[in-house]
Every structure is written in structure tokens, then in C-alpha cells.
């Protein structure tokens, strides 16, 4: 693995968060978008990981958002792949279609371009939640180059997981 990515403190949360779910027997699903599977590949660093990730989607499309999770063409259209009623219908989606106990959707604009006055890069929407409960959706602004942004996605990610168990 990169020893770039793999910092031993996202190691530590990775290890911390499988570890939680484990003995509370919860399972996880995620979708992915500007993180592109790395908070997938962060939890199956972690032995033991298998009992705890059921499920990760990239969908890095809008066509990949609309067709395996259901968020709508409109919603994409009128407000963007990289906002918070997309993320939102990312983690209805999740859960639509597993049978995971918490679920997390990641979208952003990891550089280093595609930003734009409204949306500059950086900006990251994570969506998380328990099935059945209120799911929250939060805007991020990071900084940094695009492995940069990436990494923060995920470690912030872990924590917003590691804050519902």
C-alpha cells in the first residue's frame, strides 16, 4: 500500500472503526465517489474487516449514481453531482440496497480542477447514517493537493461513522 495514504493515524481510525463494528456486530455499506474506493481499500487494510464492510460502491458517474443507487437525473442536473440532495440520495440509495446497518456517501471536488466560485475544490458533501434513522448530510471544505483532499475525505468519513456507534 502507499505509504502516502496509509498514515498510521487513518490507519488507527480504520482499525478503530472495524473494531467498534465488529463487536457491535453492525455492518457497513459505503458509496464512494471523489474518494474512488479509498475508504473501502482504508477498512480492508484492517484485519477482521470482512465481518464488518458488507459493501462499497464507486459510483465516480453521474450514470453510476442514478443507475445503482437511484438518485434522480433532476436532482443531479439542478443541483450537481457534488451537493448535498445528491449525497443525500447516495445514502437513501445505500440503504435501499443493502441490508447494512450504517451507511456513509461521499462526493466532492478533489482537484485540481473542476472547482468553480460555488463549489471550489475541496469542497467534499458526506452523507452518513444508522438504517431507519435520521440521515446527516455536511458540506467540508479541505485543503491541499487531490491526494490531500482525498485522504481528509476519509479520515473525516471515519469519524462521522465512528460518532453513530
Known sequence: MDAHIIS??????AEELVRVCKSQKLRVSLAESCTGGMLSMLLTAVPGS???????LVTYSNEAKQELLGVKKETIVQHGAVS??????????????????LGLSISGIAGPGGG???KPVGLV???WGRREAEIQVKAYHFSGD????????CEQAMSNLLALV
Open 50 to 56: 470482512s465481518s464488518v464492510l458488507d459493501r462499497s
Open 84 to 101: 448535498e440532495e445528491t449525497v443525500g440520495e447516495m445514502m437513501e440509495g445505500v440503504f435501499t440496497h443493502t441490508s447494512s446497518d
Open 8 to 13: 498510521p493515524s487513518i490507519l488507527e481510525k
Open 146 to 153: 487531490r491526494r490531500e483532499v482525498r485522504v481528509a475525505a
Open 116 to 118: 468553480s466560485p460555488e
Open 125 to 127: 458533501y458526506i452523507g
